[in-house]
């Protein structure tokens, strides 16, 4: 069969200009640019809400992440009690406040 048809031999592939460092640039360059758009924001967001419900006390005027606007009246461990209406107290979970009030938001209290 080799009368008819050669044999092909497969030639050297050339090394990438560069070398394996800047095969792997853009991979890095897109890790950097996710860091500081989406990861180090998203950190920085979630610590200060962290420390914010830690120094959650009562009295303090309120949003929840449901839209919900009270006043603390009692504050636990994971739950906090959140005056809604006056004479009306429902049980909140602590990291469902989204927001601290300046105080006075709420009228008539």
């Known amino acids: 069969m080799d009368l008819f048809v ?30 500081f758009l989406l990861i180090r924001p998203q950190t920085k967001r979630a610590k200060e809400h962290k420390e914010m419900v830690g120094k959650l006390q009562s009295g303090d005027e309120v949003v929840t992440t449901g839209g919900l606007l009270g006043r603390i009246t009692e504050v636990g461990d994971n739950f906090i009690a959140l005056e809604v209406a006056s004479g009306v ?21």
């Open 6 to 35: 050669t044999t092909a031999w497969a030639q050297d592939a050339g090394a990438a200009p560069g070398g394996a460092w800047m095969q792997l640039l853009p991979l890095v360059l897109i890790f950097v640019v996710f860091y």
């Open 89 to 109: 107290v429902i049980k909140v979970q602590r990291f469902q406040v989204a927001q601290l009030m300046p105080k006075g938001t709420i009228k008539g209290g």
